[in-house]
């Protein structure tokens, strides 16, 4: 807990251990154990066929959501599911209080498939600035963290994105088709360019972990849920690299984005790409 005029960096630097704790617990006792065990019943749709939700999903938010408060008292806890079941909840990111951003299981449909390409998502986030944030890939046992101005790691190891090979097309995963809006659809084929080969993504946490690491050079992607970005921005951003939207500026947890937008392994490539996206590129 924050302790009398403590700050966010000052509950960092004393208890980021303790969060690191209670991510790899709630996958531990509610995502793992489910892993390729899931019945029936434990799988259900939300918006489609394409959107689902499993018991390991709410019931490790519900673990983490315990959890975290315990750890922060006076801090709110904005979760996919729960926002899901009180749409008003998300307001809470745009608020003064400090604020955990959850995604369980980010990659529910690989998880329900029965492949690894799945994590938990945290990020502590205070007016509207994201603190810090854990990546926890658990059937990879890979844990990803950042805390702002104090870089980016995987498993202990300093994460350096740097510059794209050159002489290389550039590597981009993007938005799925069937999740976008028809000007988005038109502005993601800009990236039909040469030089460039894309491809649908992933899980949008892994994806960013993939930047951080130099994997891949840049996403695109269409929607702002901020429990899927916000972990994965400040992982990015302390790895090196950059995030725009379509206007030019940095992605904004709080919303209101120009969409689509990009984050990149470095802001030239950044730049290039929200260039495409926008039409403007030369």
Known sequence: MIKNS???DEFLARS?????????????????????????????????PHDLVTDADRRAELYLTEALGALLPGSVVVGEEAVHANPASYEAIRGEAPVWIVD???????????????????????GGVVRASWTYAAARDQLATAVRGGGAYLDGERLFAGPPEPDHDLRVATSHPDYTTDEQKRALLGLRVPGVAFRSC??????YLAIAR???DALAFSWEAAWDHAAGLLLVEEAG??????????????????????????????????????????
Do not use: W, Y
């Open 6 to 8: 403590e700050t966010i």
């Open 16 to 48: 980021a251990a303790d969060v690191e704790e209670a991510v790899r617990a709630a996958a531990a006792a509610e995502i793992m154990p489910r892993f390729r065990r899931l019945a029936a019943h434990e799988v259900d749709e939300k918006s489609g």
């Open 104 to 126: 369980p299981v980010d990659g529910t449909r690989q998880f329900v498939h029965g492949e690894d390409g799945f994590c938990t998502l945290v990020a502590l986030a205070q």
């Open 202 to 207: 992933g899980s949008a946490g892994l994806e």
């Open 214 to 216: 130099g994997d891949l």
């Open 241 to 282: 690299g950059a995030h725009l939207t379509l206007t030019g500026e940095p992605f904004r947890i709080t919303g209101g984005n120009s969409l689509p937008f990009t984050a990149a392994r470095d802001a030239a490539t950044a730049r290039r790409i929200a260039a495409l996206l926008s039409g403007s590129a030369g």
